[in-house]
């Protein structure tokens, strides 16, 4: 439960152009999916007083939220790679909750994939050699190659197999066949995700995240302002973030992931149990993460992800657990921090808006209790956040 005195829902969602998107700056897009969300709860920019961004600006959120035309008198820039935007919701939604605030905008836009076509930027490689950083940039540890190396781990003490870990790709891609805004919607195989090449063993490209443009925001309110909006509510349950790590030196152990406590919390603030819940939004930079924060989140045991990916659990069509029902990081978008995108469409599920891949149960019902899990920097951070609807 929370300790404020005043339910919070999310009130209105959206994204902005994805994909690729050649002609916009992360300006453009973060105005973009802001004045989509706001048409989407019904509800005029001057009801905003709580405003959340990161990742545009050397001030942000204070740049993007002048482009937008908000002076906020409640503000979070909390920066914690991908799971920041589960971060940013939970502390919106505490704020909201205790009355600090009445109505918080969380807004996101990047043009990761046309700076790098235009070359305006490069790829990321490396996050720096500052601090911690130092001891270990010098052996070459890539992003990609930390996230390697812990799946690696997990396959020796557990048994996983690369092709349990493929699942999760073609699974993914079966998801984002039923959504027409998804990069990469044909069909991919086991066989298509092992044949390619070699990014950082284990991993070929298809286990690894496309690059995109594209921005998202969510807009959550107290329950006074619920009445007045035209969508319906989708209320936050329980939340709960964690930090674990910065130097791989420093993780006790690579096949657990910060989600274990994130969701622990998230689950008992929520009153509820993972064999509850009808779908989950996992942020899925690589497939490892995927199985790692299955397991992590409680939906099977420490060890298991492997099996339990397998035999298409995770498909909107016919799977028993739903997982990223657009498709994804690996399929449908990632334009650098994706975690916003999980809560837009965890809410559009709850509220029957999934169209083609809309979740429903065995009787033909829409789900009633999701969740969205976000991961920052190579497993460093999580944040997670149940909802539910009325």
Known sequence: MRTGSRKVAIVGVSLSDCGR???ATPYTLHAQAARRALSDAGLGREVVDGFASAGTG???PVEVAEYLGLRPTWVDSTSVGGSTWEVM???AADA???GHANAVLLVYGSTARADIKAGRRT?????????PLQFEVQYGHTLIAKYAMAARRHMIEHGTRIEQLAEVAVQARANAALNPEAMFRDPITVDDVLSGPVIADPFTK???CLRSDGGAAVLLAAEEYVPDCRTRPVWILGTGEHVSHSAMSEWPDFTVSPAAVSGRIAFERAGVRPDEIDFAEIYDAFTYMTLVTLEDLGFCGKGEGGAFVEKGRLKVEGGELPVNTDGGGLSAQHPGMRGLFLLVEAVRQLRGEGSARQVRDSRGQLPRLGVASGTGGWFCSSGTVV???D
């Open 206 to 208: 298809l286990h690894c």
């Open 58 to 60: 050397t001030l942000a």
């Open 123 to 131: 790829g990321n490689l490396s996050f720096g050699s500052r601090g």
């Open 89 to 91: 919701a939970a502390h």
């Open 96 to 98: 909201i909750a205790a």
């Open 21 to 23: 998107v050649d002609d």
């Open 387 to 389: 909802l539910g609807r």
